[in-house]
C-alpha cells in the first residue's frame, strides 16, 4: 500500500472508531437512563404485574331449620376464567386458542361469539379474571386442565356455590345472593367510612340480596382470604408467595320448623290450585302465612306465594292488605276497654247500619252482642261499637296491639306502614292522609278553574258584538264561580274525618292495611295477654366450629294496656267464630275438644281494579287464628289474593298448619 | 513406515511458520470474545430455563465448530479471497433465493433452511459472502468513489440482497447489508459528503415518512403489525398486545434491574417469560435484568473493546481489501449490537436480528466467529511473512 493511501486508510479508521464510540456511548446512555434513572418506576411495574392478589372466597355459612334441617350449604364447586389479556393476540380476539377452549368444554351455549360477548364486558378490569362458566363437571374440569400449557391464561378455580337442598322450601325468607351491584359497594363503602371501619365489600362480591341472606349477610359471609402469587407473562400462578386462609361464615339455626314450614307452603299450594278452579275466586295464585309462638314471637313458619322466582316480595313481610273482618277484635277492645259498652250489651241489627252510609251487614236481622256478633262477624255491631268508642281508641288499642309501624323481624325489606295510605289511621295518619287528598283535590279543582278560564278568554276573542262579550263573560263568571265554591267544599271534606270512615274502619275497611305478620302479631298480643314480641327467625348463630356463638332471646316490645278481663272476652268471642253458627264453623271440626281454636274470618275489597271484572267481584280471603284457647301456644294469620272467602281460602291453610303442629294430620 | 528427512523437516517448518502465526494474533480480542462468549451462556441458561432442551450445550457445539474455523483458517491467507468475488456474490443470491423457494417460515419470515435437527439462516453466511465480494468490487474502484455517478453502482451492488431479504420478510437483515455497505463505502474513502447526504438524508426522510403514516395515514405497503414495529418507536402505548407490549416489557426487565440486577435465574420479568423469544431477539433485556446496569454496561464495552481492536486491524491491514473486509465484519457486529440492545430499550423498530456472541442461534454464532477468525487472519498477514 501506498504511504498516502496508509494515511487516508489511518484518518478513515479512526473516525468510523469514534462513530462506534458515539454509539456504544448512545447505547450505554440509554442503559444508565432506564437503570439508574427510572429504575424505580420500572421496578414498580414488574412487582405490579408480577404479584396477583388473589381472592380465597370463604365459605358461606349454613341454614338450617330449628329442626336441623340443613337448607342452604355451600358446596364446592369449580369455574372456569379467563384473564381478558390473553384472549387477545395484536389487538383483536385469539380464535384460535378460544376455540380451542370452547372445544374443550363442549357446552353448546358456549360459543367462541359467547366467549367474545363475556370478555367484552369484562374488558375494564384486564388482570381480573373472567367467569366463563361456573359449576363444571368433573370431567370438563380434566380435559382442561390436561391441557393447562396450551391454554395461556385459562385456569379452573375451585369456589363455593350456594346449594339450595329443599328447593324452594322457605325461599322467601332465606332471599338468594348475587354479585354486589355499583350502588350497593357504594352504600357499604358510605356506611363503613362514617362507623369509621373499612367496608369488608369489594368489587365482585356475592352479597346476600333480600331475606336472611341479606340480613344476616355479614355474619354469614365470613372473611375472604387472600392468596399473594407470583404469575407469569401466561398470567398463570408460578409460585405462592404468602397465603391468607379465609375463614368460613356463621350459620343460622331458624326458628322455622322444617315439617310446619312445608305443610305451610303445600297448604298455601293446594288451596290456590283448588281456588283457581272455582269462578268466583279463579285470579287467586298470590298470598301469604304466618306462624308465630305467642309466647315467644318465634316465626315458626312463613311462606309467601307466588314462589316461581325468588326475587320475588316476601309479601308476608311486604304485602300489605285490608283486613277486613280480622281487625273486628280491635274494634271490640276499644269498645270495652273505653266502657262504652259490655260484651253482653244487645245492639239490634235491623240489616244495615242505621247512619249513613248505612252499610250493610250479612249477619241476619236481629240481636247481637260481643259474642254471636264476632261469630256472626255483624256488620251493625261493630259499626256501633266503632261509633261509642271513636276513631282514636281504635287507633290506640290497635296501635297498642302492635298494627303500626313494622314490627322489626329480622329480614331485609320489611314493610314499614309508614305512608299516609299504610298502617293504622292513627292521628297523625290521618292528618297526613287529609293533607294529602286536599291537596290532590285543590289540584284538581285549580286545573278545572284555570281550563274554564281559558276557554272564556278564547270565547270572548271571538266573540264579536259587545252585547255577544257580555253574555258570554257572564256565563264564564258563573261557571268559574261554582268552580272556586266547589273546591272550598272538596277542600273541607278532605280535610275532615267523617263519622262513615269510622264506620269503615270498624269493620275492617276504609284507609289501614296490615302485613300478614302484623296481623299475626296482633293475635299473638290477644293470645298471651297483651304483649308484643319482636318476631324473628334466627334463633341462633353458630360458628364454623359448631359451637353457638349467639342466642337469640325474646324481645317485647311493647305491652298493651288492656284487661285481662276484656282480653278474656274477646278470646272467648272468637272462640264462637270456630263454634257452631260461626263464620268458620266446621273448618276445625276435626281437632279435639281440648284443642280448640279461636279465630276470625275476614274479606276485604281493595280499591285495585283487578276487584271488579264486569259484574264480578273478587275479594281478598282473610284469617287470623290462635289455638289452644285455653293456653295459647301459636297464633296463626294468613291473606289469600282474591280467595273470596276468609275460611274457604286462608282457613283452610290455617287447618292445614294447625293440624301440623298439633300432630292432628297422622293416619 | 518412515518419513523421509526432507518430509520432515517440511513439517516443521509448516509447524514454525503456524506457531508464528498464532503468535502475531490479536490476543486481547480473542479474550474479549471469549468473555463475551462465556457471559452469554450464563445468561442463555438462564433466559431458555423454561425451555425443556438444553440450548447451552447446542450453543456450545456452535462455539466450538467456530473455534475450529478461527483457528485452522489462520494458515491460508486472506488474499485468495480476493479472487472469487463473482462466485461469493452468486452463491449469496443462490442462498437467498433458494431459502423463498425452499426455506422454512419462523416467526412470520421465510428464512431458514432445515437440515436434520438444525435448522440453518443463510442471511447470517451471506453476510460475510457479500463483505469479500464487496470489499473485492470497492477496492478495484478505490480511485473511483468521489462523484454521484461512480457511487451509483456500488449502492446497486447491494440492492438484490436487500430485497432478497425483504421478502421474506427480514427488514432486520436486510438493513444490516444497507450499514455493512455504508461502513465499506466510508473506508473504502469514499466522497464523505455524498454517504452522509444520502444516508443522513435517507434516514431523516425514512422517520418523516414514518411520522406521517402514524399521523396523517399516508400510504404505506407494510401490514399494521409489521408498521408498529417502528411506530412503538413514537409511541411505546401502541399495539399494547404486539410489538408495544414487547418493547414495554423489555423496558420494565431492563428498569427492573436496577445498578446491580436482580441475579441470574432470579429477573421476574425473564422467568416470568414476559417477554418473547428472550433466548434470542430479547436476550439483551434478560442479561440487564439479572446483571443490572453493571452487566450491561460490562458487556457493552466489551462490544466497544471487540470493535476497537477490529477497527485496529483495518487499519493496519496490508491492503485496502484486508481493511475493507475487516470494516464489514465491524459493521455487521456494530449494527447488530446498535439494532438489538436499541431494539430492546426502545431506540430502534422492533426486528428479529441476535447479539453477537450472546443470542442463541447457530448460523448466527457460527457467522460471527468466522468473522474473528476473518479478522485474526488479516491481522496476522498484516506484513508479508519472510522465512
Known sequence: MQTKEKKNLE??????????????????????????????????????????????????????????????TDRPSYQLTVEYLSMRENGEYNEELISRLVALVQDPELTVEKVKEICDANSGYLYKPVVLKKNLDIATVSRIE??????????????????????????????????????????????????????????GDYIGKVGLENYYDEILRGTDGYRQ???????????????????????????????????????????????????????????????????????????????????????????RYIPGSTFKPVTAIAAL?????????????PGRYWIAPFIKTTAPVGYYNLYNGMAKSDNVYFQEMGRRAGIDNIAKY?????????????????????????GLPTVEKRQMYQDMAAETSDVLWDRKIAALEEEKAAALAAASTEEEKKKTERKYNSQIA??????????????????????????GQGRQNYTPLQLAVYVSAIANGGTVYQPYVVKEIRNNAGEVIETAEPVVRQTADISEDTLNKVRAAMCKVTDTGGGAYGLFANFPADIQVAAKTGTAQPGGKGYRVGNKEYYDGLFICFAPADDP???FACVMEYGYSGSGSAGRVAKAVLEEYFGLNQP | MQKTQKERSCGTALMQNFYRLLKKMDFSMLLTVTVIIVLGLFVLDSAAASKESNYVMKQLLFVGIGTVAVFALLKFDYSVLKNYPKEFYIASMVLLVAVLIIGVERGGAKGWFAIGGFTLQPAEFCKILMILSYAQFLSARRENLQTFQELIPCILFMVPPVLLLMMQPDLGSSLVFIFIMVGMLLIAGANRKILLGLFGGSTLALIIYLIGVWKFNWWCPLKTYQLNRFLVLFDPSLDPRGAGYNVAQSKIAIGNGGLWGEGLHMGSQSSGAFMPEQWTDFIFAVLSEELGFIGACALLLLYAFLLFRGLRVAMLSKDLYGALVAAGIVSMYLFHILENAGMTMGLMPVTGIPLPFVSYGGSSMLTNLVGIALLQNIYVHRQRLIF
Do not use: C
Open chain 1, 11 to 72: 484518518e478513515l479508521t479512526r473516525i468510523y472508531t469514534v462513530l462506534m464510540f458515539v454509539v456504544i456511548g448512545i447505547l450505554i446512555t440509554r442503559l444508565a437512563w432506564l437503570q439508574l434513572v427510572d429504575t424505580e418506576v420500572y421496578a414498580s411495574r414488574a412487582d405490579a404485574q408480577r404479584n396477583r392478589l388473589m381472592t380465597i372466597t370463604a365459605t358461606r355459612g349454613d341454614i338450617m331449620t330449628s329442626d336441623g334441617t340443613v337448607l342452604v
Open chain 1, 337 to 349: 276497654e273505653s266502657g262504652v259498652t259490655t260484651d253482653t250489651e244487645m245492639i239490634y241489627n
Open chain 1, 398 to 422: 290497635g296501635e297498642m296491639l302492635g298494627l303500626e309501624g313494622p314490627t322489626g323481624i329480622d329480614l331485609a325489606y320489611e314493610s314499614t306502614g309508614e305512608r299516609a295510605t299504610q
Open chain 1, 633 to 635: 301456644e301459636i297464633a
Open chain 1, 229 to 319: 402469587v407470583e404469575v407469569n407473562a401466561g398470567g398463570r400462578p408460578v409460585s405462592d408467595v404468602k397465603i391468607i386462609e379465609p375463614e368460613a361464615g356463621n350459620s343460622l339455626v331458624l326458628t322455622i320448623d322444617a315439617d310446619l314450614q312445608r305443610a305451610l307452603e303445600s297448604a298455601l299450594d293446594s288451596t290456590i290450585a283448588s281456588l283457581q278452579s272455582q269462578s268466583r275466586s279463579d285470579k287467586a295464585g298470590a298470598g301469604a302465612g304466618v306462624l308465630l309462638n305467642v309466647k315467644t314471637g318465634e316465626v315458626l313458619a312463613m311462606a309467601s306465594r307466588p314462589e316461581d322466582n325468588v326475587g320475588q316480595q316476601n309479601r308476608a313481610i311486604q304485602g
Open chain 1, 482 to 507: 261554582v268552580a272556586k265554591s266547589e273546591k272550598l267544599i272538596n277542600h273541607k271534606w278532605n280535610s275532615e274525618w267523617h263519622a262513615a270512615d269510622t264506620f269503615n274502619v270498624a269493620i
Open chain 1, 146 to 203: 390436561a391441557s393447562r400449557d396450551t391454554l395461556p391464561g385459562v385456569s379452573v378455580e375451585a369456589v363455593p356455590e350456594r346449594t339450595y337442598l329443599h328447593g324452594t322450601l322457605a325461599s322467601h325468607v332465606l332471599g338468594y345472593i348475587g354479585e354486589i351491584s355499583q350502588s350497593e359497594l357504594e352504600t357499604a363503602t358510605l356506611k363503613a367510612e362514617e362507623a369509621g371501619e373499612e367496608s369488608i365489600y369489594k368489587m
